[in-house]
């Protein structure tokens, strides 16, 4: 069981806008900057999103992050087929041990 | 180009010991905190261990506190992670993660990983 609770599963068609949450509390990512990694099969985890709204270069600005209070969001603008992957929301609690939610497995149907 | 190349995983049977190795280069490893990621087989991403940029200040999970030891060598831009005692629930790809600041705050370059597997 995660500290930080991610919905298992999410799905949507190639255009289509989606959003995963990230919900944590007030001792990790009400206090500290979340990030977000995106991996696809096969491959090991990529930054997407970091200090909760920033990407890092390279990165299409079809991505975009946001937090509010004890919760994170990502979102997929112009969903593609390339887009199928797990992601993963992360942040610090106060005593510095990271923290990975149980990811989200993304369908482009 | 940010590379990190991890090895010496392998199969060790349960209360062994194991140490883990993560070159690094295309970046001043100096200057970045390293962190090491494991993914048991089909599940999800754990944080294992992260170290400073001077290796002053260690982090570590409560799942391995007391049984893995990270260390670096600035001077050969190597992170090491010593995983002592170890137990069935420790197999997993293990990750080297680096940094994009001193002190832990967010994986912005990956390893391929590393697989270690205990098992009798």
């Known amino acids: 069981q995660s500290v930080l609770t991610q919905p298992p599963s999410a799905s949507g068609t190639p255009g289509q806008r989606v959003t995963i949450s990230c919900s944590g509390s007030?001792?990790?990512?009400?206090?500290?900057?979340v990030s977000w990694y995106q991996q696809l099969p096969g491959t090991a985890p990529k930054l997407l999103i970091y200090?909760?709204?920033q990407r890092p270069s390279g990165v299409p600005d079809r991505f975009s992050g946001s937090k509010s209070g004890t919760s994170a969001s990502l979102a997929i603008s112009g969903l593609q087929s390339e887009d199928e992957a797990h992601y993963y929301c992360?942040?610090?609690?106060?005593?510095?041990?990271?923290?990975f939610g149980g990811g989200t497995k993304l369908t482009v149907l | 180009e940010v590379q990190l190349l991890e090895s010496g995983g392998g199969l060790v049977q349960p209360g062994g010991s194991l140490t883990l190795s993560c070159v690094a280069s295309g970046f001043t490893f100096s200057d970045y905190a390293m962190n090491w990621v494991r993914q048991a087989p089909g599940k999800g991403l754990e944080w294992v261990s992260s170290?400073?940029?001077?290796?002053?200040?260690?982090y570590y999970a409560d799942s391995v506190k007391g049984r893995f030891t990270i260390s670096r060598d600035n001077s050969k831009n190597t992170l090491w992670l010593r995983m002592n005692s170890l137990r069935a629930e420790d197999t997993a790809l293990y990750y080297c993660?680096?940094?994009?600041?001193?002190?832990?705050?967010?994986?912005?370059?990956w390893g391929q990983g590393d697989m270690v597997t205990v098992s009798s």
């Open positions: 992360a942040a610090w609690d106060a005593s510095l041990n990271g923290l």
């Open positions: 200090n909760n709204n």
């Open positions: 170290l400073s940029h001077g290796g002053h200040s260690t």
């Open positions: 007030s001792s990790n990512i009400g206090s500290n900057i």
């Open positions: 993660a680096k940094d994009n600041y001193g002190y832990p705050s967010t994986f912005d370059f």
